[in-house]
């Protein structure tokens, strides 16, 4: 039978070397490519003449010569849309960036259209007020124009369901092919702090990521080490906080990490991990450090408790975190860990994962009403003027 022809648009590309989306997109082509034609496509600005490949774990990669991320992004996904018109069934669109052409391919074709939003992104502080409103309004235009919209949390089926009035199919993301890591005599000559307690954080360095919150409490608390990844020198807000606290004695900053092994000896051997991410929904970062079994500490927002399922430990501002680490015992801890790695390895595996799409690649989907009143509609859209 001939195989349904499936094309990934919206991530930087293969092999991941990026975020969440990425290792989404490589773990489908991994499980689903002996049942699926799958074609990606790359930002030809990321990859090198020589990393440029055809052909990765049976997908077809496909470049575009533009950033995919940022303004350009709305360019990339749109051109990655409109290639892929030609010889796809299925559009796998992930992102919003390019959602301003859905009403067109879902009026003049016959193109099956699946989208997933990305959280809420429109309401992430990085963006411009322009940049927002585009995100806010295009978000809108990708539910309303898709045959299936993808929500990876709870919290974010709720805010689509009372917005647009849809329910919306929820994936999460998978977190199995972390690695439980014991580290070598050389481990721990590069890292000397795996020979001691420490808790770290791997984020992106971005205001809603509440990182300078998170080095404040640390930095007074005093107690503890703290070991945090991310792309500093990517910003000017990244470069600041770098310069702020690189010299405090408890604090060791790194650049982005992307050798799964050594990522997951880092985060492994922690005594705690501590996730800041304000907006989203269901971050990669975090069901990665619940899988490895990690004691959680979360900033309080619905997200990072519905991906919890309310189990974790949560804190709203320095003050509060410091308090955590002040009053956490060896039991709680303990406790905290064994929920987080009994949630993952029921919810966040990369079969269920890819199982979840393949149903949604091969069924037919109408949108679902879900009943809501009008003053409450009224007043989520009310919400970004």
Not at 28 to 54: G, I, M, N
């Amino acid at each position: 039978m001939k195989k349904q022809r499936v094309a990934i648009i919206g991530t930087v590309g293969l092999p991941a070397k990026y975020g969440g989306f990425e290792t989404l997109t490589e773990h489908l082509v991994s499980q689903l490519s002996d049942r699926y034609d799958f074609t990606v496509y790359c930002s030809q600005k990321k990859y090198d003449v020589a990393e440029r490949l055809t052909e990765y774990k049976g997908a077809k990669l496909e470049y575009i010569n533009l950033e995919a991320n940022g303004v350009q992004s709305i360019f990339y996904d749109t051109i990655s849309i409109l290639k892929a018109l030609k010889n796809h069934d299925v559009l796998l669109i992930l992102g919003v960036a390019g959602a301003w052409i859905l009403p067109w391919v879902k009026w003049f074709t016959s193109k099956k259209i699946i989208i997933s939003i990305d959280g809420i992104e429109w309401k992430r502080d990085k963006w411009s007020f322009a940049a927002r409103l585009y995100l806010w309004w295009a978000e809108k235009i990708a539910v309303k124009y898709s045959h299936v919209d993808i929500s990876d949390n709870e919290s974010i089926q709720d805010y689509t369901a009372i917005r647009y009035k849809t329910l919306s199919k929820v994936i999460e993301y998978g977190a199995d092919h972390t690695m439980s890591i014991t580290p070598t005599a050389e481990d721990c000559q590069k890292y000397p702090f795996l020979l001691s307690d420490y808790a770290v954080k791997v984020c992106r360095i971005e205001p809603e990521n509440n990182v300078e919150m998170v080095l404040e409490a640390f930095k007074n608390y005093g107690q503890l080490r703290l070991v945090m990844v991310g792309n500093w020198n990517n910003s000017a807000y990244g470069r600041e906080l770098k310069g702020k606290y690189a010299s405090v004695k408890n604090i060791e900053l790194f650049d982005p990490i992307y050798n799964q092994r050594e990522i997951d000896l880092i985060r492994g051997n922690a005594t705690i991990y501590v996730h800041g991410h304000s907006a989203g929904g269901t971050n990669p970062s975090l069901v990665e450090a619940m899988y490895l079994g990690l004691p959680i500490m979360a900033f309080q927002v619905s997200y990072n408790k519905t991906t919890t399922e309310n189990q974790a430990l949560y804190f709203t501002d320095s003050s509060s975190l410091q308090t955590l680490l002040h009053q956490s015992t060896a039991s709680t801890l303990a406790r905290v860990s064994k929920a987080m790695k009994t949630i993952s390895s029921l919810r966040y595996t990369w079969s269920l994962v890819a199982e979840k799409y393949s149903r949604l690649f091969q069924v037919s989907e109408e949108k679902e009403l879900k009943t809501t009143t009008q003053n409450t509609f009224e007043i989520i859209d009310a919400d970004f003027l």
